[in-house]
């Protein structure tokens, strides 16, 4: 088979199980969006994908976005879904259309600065981190409700939602409840009285759990390993 035809293959089974779980939770498939991980991926793997109907596309790398940004301009809008340093900011902050990965306050401080400075207005997502495990970044679950006072003071800022990056599990059902918890937080959060403060967004789940997630009431599906196959990480 041409590559192409392998990746259409993978989008349209990907398309079916997002679907067929919609279906299981009594949900609507057009509510969830399915973010392809193009991250390690060149660009022509991109663009076979941009033939097939992507358009957004989520990179952990400022500089990989840049380079990308470079070549798709606004073909296809990229979403920053991996730990964003500090530093790194300002090189990023008018390529991407969503940050994820929004993990500290002082991170949300320079994102609104910067928005402010380049006439910007970011959306972000909060990144929890429910299971609570120690190499992942994100807030705790206690954290979430002091943040969000914390940001609503915030001018430039858009918060849109949640994400989480839940554990890496064998048996997906274990995650079942990592998912249930952010829901959670994204219900009890949809009413509140800060301007820029929305609950639209609820990403979590990835390859191995998306299906569980989407269950659980995930809004979008990061995806990469499904849709490209193994990465291909360079020892640079
Ligand atoms: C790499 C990555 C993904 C995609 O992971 P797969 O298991 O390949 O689907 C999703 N979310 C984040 C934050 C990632 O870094």
């Known amino acids: 088979m041409e590559q192409l035809e392998v990746y259409e293959q993978r989008f349209l089974q990907v398309r079916r199980n997002i679907e067929e779980a919609a279906k299981r939770a009594g949900r609507r498939p057009e509510e969830i969006t399915l973010l392809p991980v193009t991250k390690t991926q060149p660009i022509d793997v991109l663009e076979k994908a941009y033939r097939l109907g992507m358009r957004i596309a989520g990179e952990n790398h400022v500089q990989e976005i840049v380079e990308k940004k470079q070549h798709f301009g606004d073909r296809v809008h990229f979403h920053m879904i991996g730990h964003l340093q500090r530093n790194k900011v ?89 998912f249930r918890t952010l829901r959670q937080l994204f219900i009890d959060n949809k009413s509140n009285p800060f301007h820029n403060i929305e609950m639209n967004v609820l990403s979590m789940g990835m390859t191995n759990d998306y299906q569980v997630a989407i269950e659980e009431g995930a809004t979008l599906v990061r995806i990469g390993t499904a849709l490209f196959g193994a990465r291909q990480y360079t020892t640079a």
Do not use: W
Request: hydrophobic share 40%; with cysteine; charged share 30%.
């Open 90 to 178: 300002r090189q990023v902050l008018d390529k991407v259309e969503l940050i994820h990965s929004m993990d500290s306050l002082r991170l949300a401080r320079d994102i609104d600065r910067i928005g402010g400075e380049l006439g910007l207005c970011p959306r972000i997502l909060i990144e929890v981190n429910v299971a609570g495990e120690e190499s992942k970044y994100g807030i705790s679950v206690e954290e979430l409700p002091d943040m969000l006072e914390q940001l609503s003071s915030l001018a430039h800022l858009r918060v849109e939602g949640l994400m989480t990056i839940a554990p890496f599990v064998e048996n997906p059902e274990e995650n079942r409840p990592v």
